[in-house]
């Protein structure tokens, strides 16, 4: 599978290497092209889950 942004590929696994959970899909880190995001000092906070740092 791939996760694409506009006509960039940002992610890209095979289906069995990916998680689903309450229907969203999750890639594993190592598929994941790092080099395309940058750190942000933005905080995201999910009730009932912890606080997260997030990358754009």
Known sequence: MKAVVG??????????????????????PSSVKSELFTESPTQYHCPGRATRSTTR
């Open 7 to 28: 006509d960039t590929v940002i992610a890209e696994a095979p289906k069995e290497d990916l998680i689903q959970i309450e229907g969203n899909w999750y890639f594993p």
